[in-house]
Structure formats: C-alpha cells, structure tokens
C-alpha cells in the first residue's frame, strides 16, 4: 500500500494536537491528524469541558437554596443527578463535533485510530478499516496523560472512582472521600458537596491546593470547611478494603492509622503521560517520569519530532498545549515564535469559590531571592461583590521592590477565573505598579479588587 505523505503527522487530538494541526494548516503545510479516541481530546470530552457544566449546576443549585438571601422564594428544590449528566454530555458532544468541523475546515487530514513511528519521519495507524502507512518530515506527539492509579488504590467504576467515573455517575454518593486536593479532586469535592455528599478530601502535602499560594489555600480550605466538607492535610489513605456497597479506607496522620467507612472513592492523585505504544524508546526519544524531555521550544531532541501539552510535562493545562501547539507549527512552518513562559500561564480551579493565580506565590518569590511588596485586598471591600452576594474573597499581588514587576497574582472568590486574565495580560506586556495604578478599572466590577490590591501593595489602597 502507498504511504500518504504530509507535511506535518499531529498525534493525539486534544487542546495541543488539534490547534497544532489547525495552525499548521493556516501556514500552507500539508498536515495528518491522528486520534485514537475523540477529537478535542480529555479536556473536551472528559475534562475541562464538561467538569465546568457540572459545576454550573451545582452552583446554581447553591443560589436557589439561598434563593431568600436574595428576596426570592424557590420551593421543594431539588435535582436530577441523570439530567445534570446529560448535560454536561451535550455540552462536551457539541464541542466534539465542533472541532471535526474545524479540521475539515482547515482540511486537515484526520485518521481514527492507534499510531506508532516506527522510524523517523514514519507514522503507521492502525484504524478499524486496516494500516495506514504516512510519511512527513515533522511529527508532532500530543498524546496528554491520564489518571495516576496507586497500588492499592485502583479504580473499579463500583465505589472506586477515576474522574471519568465521577463525570458519568450511576448514582450519588452518600459518604465520599476524595483522595487528592489539586484541582480536579478540589472541582469534584465542590460538586459532589454542593449536592449534598457528605465530603471527606484527603491531601498528603502539608496544605489542599499546594500548588497556590499559602494563603489562597488557607483562605479556600476554610470556606470548603464552612460548606461542610472536611479536610485533612499531611495524611495518607494507605489502603482500601472494598466490600458490596462500600469501601473501608485506612488513613494514615501524624503515624496513626484510622479505619473510615465510605459508599465513594474518588481518586485524583495526579496523572501520568501517555508514552506507551508509540515506539518512543526505539526512536530515541527521552522520557522521563513518564514523560517526553523537550526544550523550551518543544523540540525532542530527535530532529523533526516534537512534544506538547501534558505528555511534555507541567503546567497540565490545556492553554498551555494549545499556545506549544501554535508555536511549534510556526517553528516547523520556518517562523521564529517565541517561547512559551510556563511562569507567565495561569491556573483556575472551579470549585466554589473560585481559585485563579499566575506567576509566583510570595514563598516562591522569597526563595527566589526578591525583595517583595505585597498587596491585599477582601471582596468584603467590594461593592460589586456585596451586590452579588459573593463578599467571601481576597485578591493578592506580589511585586518586586525594585523594579515595579508583577511577580504574582493570585485570587480566591467569585469569578476569578475570569479576572485573572487581567494580571496574565499585565505580565505579557511586562507591566509595573505604576501602569496598574494609572489603569482606569470600570465601576461597579470585580475588576476593581485588582486595582485596590495593586494601590495596598504600595500603601495606597482607597477603599480598605
């Protein structure tokens, strides 16, 4: 059979691979799409995406129960757990399909199924009609990663749960423990709580949320205390012992082991690369913990073969992939784009409240040797936020003493995730205190936390 030759091989077709091809596309190569899977990849189908209309639910579930804080009356709420699936199912199918139309768009080759590269500049896929064989002189590995499974701690669909059983679930938990307290076990704690599980969340760092600054953490975990969950940092779930019906999980703090019975597992420890299968090693490709070694541009090592997103390693985060997937089509198109800055891409986590950050957290500034100001600012202060209902918040900035550089962001409360794409875009451009200040914020928003913080780093906050 004749090998199809192309300019560019992607593999994988998530928020990495799909922009990678479409770009690609835009700059005249020749390109292959390979999926095994859906198109739009985990973030579309079984992660970003649809975790968000999960949560869209249960926070409009919150409001109708406080429906008298705000004059209203809403009786015998309730909800239909299958219905609350179902749509975040849709959600997820509409952007699946979207993303088929827009490789099509930017005719983009696509092929369904398993790719290996048996050598350089080959790519074979094994789909269900048989083996194609293609050829390009770039190939791009976009494979991302999936749930770490601890021993012991192995998912079954029953009462041990991955994030793909807790997307779809057969029913709702009674007594949860969610193992893990990164942003994928904070976002299913929120919900399943939300909705009235009773939630146990289990972090083995010192601190939930331990990527975040010190403080958002402490601020977040006080909140989830107060809706109810409980949490217990510095401990470890050792083992599970699983009967019909339920789960008894061995937990381990300050060296004591305690027995704890729960109907629900979730476990979100964490994930690992997908590198299995696709003839990394005989290429000569480096992988290490499970994931591909790039430089700062993507590039392998390996001449003509490069590796973005979550197989290339953290941030996990799907704008990420998508921005190494723009760059490296441009790299291969014969441009000279910049460097991605992992420093510079924020995180969000949508669990109720909200948690945003870019940049350094104030430890991490310290250890990095800067002389900082730091500025603070409640949403308690905010009038907008009193107006919503939503006065339980902080934003946080962190500044370089000598130079006026923003450091860091970081925010807890309503709708930061939006707001955080001020501080990303001040980054980018390399702003200073002085140009945050002399910056107009519309009122009455949310926005104007951000202004007020940046003026408390500087003694200068008006409304505080």
Known sequence: MASQSFDMIVIGAGPGGYVAAIRGAQLGLKV????????????????CIPTKALLRSSEIYHFMQRAKDYGLTAEKIGYDLDAVVKRSR??????????????????????????????????????????????AKNIVIATGARARELPGLEADGDCVWTYKHALVPSRMPKKLLVIGSGA???EFASFYNTLGADTTVVEVMDRI???????????????????????REKTMVKHLDRAKGKVTAHIEQNGKTTKEEFDTVISAVGIV????????????????????????????????VYAI???????????????????????????????????SIAGCTYCHPQVASVGLTEAKAKEAGYKIKVGRFPFIGNGKAIALGEPEGMVKTIFDEKTGELLGAHMVGAEV???????????????????????????????????????????????F
């Not at 292959?32 to 992660?47: D, F, K, Q, S």
Request: charge should be negative; aromatic fraction near 4%; proline fraction near 3%.
């Open 32 to 47: 292959a799409v390979v999926e095994r899977e859906h198109m739009g990849g985990i973030c579309l189908n079984w992660g």
């Open 90 to 135: 849709g959600v997820a199918k509409q952007l699946n399909s979207g993303v088929t139309h827009l490789l099509k768009k930017n005719k983009v080759t696509a092929f369904m199924g398993e790719a290996t590269i048996p050598a350089k500049g080959k790519v074979t896929v094994k789909t269900d009609k048989g083996t194609e064989e293609l050829t």
């Open 184 to 186: 994928i076990g904070i």
């Open 209 to 231: 949320l331990p990527v975040e600054d010190e403080e958002i953490s402490k601020f977040a975990k006080k909140q989830f205390e107060k809706q109810g969950m409980t949490i």
């Open 273 to 304: 690369g997908n590198t299995e299968g696709l003839g990394l090693e005989a290429l000569g490709v480096k992988v290490e913990r499970t994931h591909v070694v790039v430089d700062k541009h993507c590039r392998t090592g390996i001449e003509g």
């Open 309 to 343: 997103g979550d197989i290339a390693g953290a941030p996990w985060l799907a704008h990420k992939a998508s921005h190494e997937g723009v760059m490296v089509a441009e790299l291969i198109a014969g441009g000279h784009p910049h460097a991605v800055e992992p420093s």
């Open 417 to 463: 995730t939006e707001l955080i794409q001020g501080y990303v875009v001040g980054r980018q451009l390399e702003t200073t205190e002085e140009d945050l200040m002399n910056t107009v914020f519309p009122h009455p928003t949310l926005s104007e936390m951000m202004h007020e913080s940046v003026l408390d780093a500087y003694g200068r906050a008006i409304h």
